[in-house]
């Protein structure tokens, strides 16, 4: 039996079977020892293989026995053991980051290290600015100077409320027919933005911290949101339209990357590094660095290339490149 992992709470997954059942599942304990280097083997988004079980003593009615090769997955360093990864979604066709100037503030090396692991799956992002009724004038041309400089570097960016409706419509049409993870903050209103975009869901949202502008909890697992309200009791398997909703999160630790690899996942770091004088050049402090010309002549934000700097000085033990 297979199917498609559409929940993980962390110690139990519920799989939508080719036959539109919905199952609950476990792994079985020698699946951790299969060198999966991960706080989660098995991720929101991957198609597995199921044994069904006699043992009914837990509720069990399934255990996962295969996970199916994936073709990316949205991948970061675990908060609590910093040797492993945590994978955020497998088998997506692209992310939504939803970020916010304010209400919380959405760091800048925050966006540059998601997209740059974005990048280095090939997974497209499309930036959400949220929250743009909330906004004072000095705030809002900060938002639009954001929105201008992630634009240049070759990313859509779209100015949204997710309170109002603002923008909704014209996010919609490019949701159909494909996989995406919504990602973000903790309280940049991921859990509004899909009430407002599946009002069948309902989910649970909170107000921000007044006292340290930070945002709080509401999701506590991943789970696959059909677009469709026909997906939940199973009647329509072959649906395309998919939102994976996932916890929020403070940092994006960048896992399984080399130095010499992170410029290529800077769009136009890529771009000037073909001109420098040094085939293996930083970007740091060689002569005849095209990188940082640019830099120096503004064609490269200095936020961007601080962002590039910091993953740079990641030290990272142990690195783990094999399938996780």
């Known amino acids: 039996m297979k199917g498609l992992v559409i929940k993980n709470t962390g110690s139990w997954y519920t799989v939508l ?10 792994i079985k304990g020698n699946f951790r020892l299969r060198g ?12 597995v293989s199921l044994a069904p079980t006699l043992s009914q003593g837990e509720g069990t009615s399934a255990f996962i026995t295969e996970i199916e090769d994936r073709r990316n997955y949205i991948i970061r360093k675990s908060i609590n053991l910093s040797k492993q990864s945590h994978i955020i979604a497998a ?27 974005a990048e280095a799956y090939r997974i497209p992002v499309i930036l959400l600015f949220n929250k743009s009724d909330l906004l004072d004038k000095d705030e809002l041309h900060y938002q639009q100077m954001m929105m201008t400089l992630y634009d240049s570097v070759g990313y859509q ?28 903050n903790s309280g940049v209103g991921k859990s509004t933005l899909i009430n407002r975009l599946v009002p069948h869901v309902n989910l649970r949202t909170a107000d921000i911290s007044d006292a340290h502008n930070t945002g709080m909890h ?10 469709t309200p026909s997906v939940v009791d199973g009647s329509d398997v072959n649906n395309t339209s998919w939102l994976i909703d996932t916890p929020g999160i403070k940092g994006f630790g960048t896992f399984d990357m080399e130095p010499e690899e992170i410029s290529g996942y800077f769009k136009e770091i890529f771009r000037f ?22 830099l120096d002549e503004h064609y490269i934000a200095e936020s961007r290339y601080q962002s590039y700097l910091s993953m740079l000085n990641d030290k990272e033990e142990g690195k783990y490149r094999e399938a996780y």
């Open 218 to 227: 509401t999701t506590t697992f991943s789970e696959m949101i059909p677009l």
């Open 17 to 26: 079977t080719d036959d539109g059942l919905t199952v609950d599942c476990k």
């Open 36 to 47: 999966i280097r991960s706080t989660n083997p098995v991720a929101v988004g991957d198609r």
């Open 91 to 117: 088998n997506v066709d692209q992310a939504l980051l939803v970020v916010t100037v304010n209400y919380p503030q959405t760091s800048t090396t925050f966006i540059d290290r998601f997209l740059a692991s």
């Open 273 to 294: 590094s073909k001109d420098c004088r040094f085939s293996n050049c930083t970007h740091t402090h060689e002569p005849g660095c095209a990188v940082l010309k640019a």
């Open 157 to 184: 960016c779209m100015a949204i409320s997710a309170e109002t409706g603002e923008g909704i419509d014209q996010l919609k049409p490019l949701l159909q027919d494909k996989i995406t993870v919504l990602s973000g």
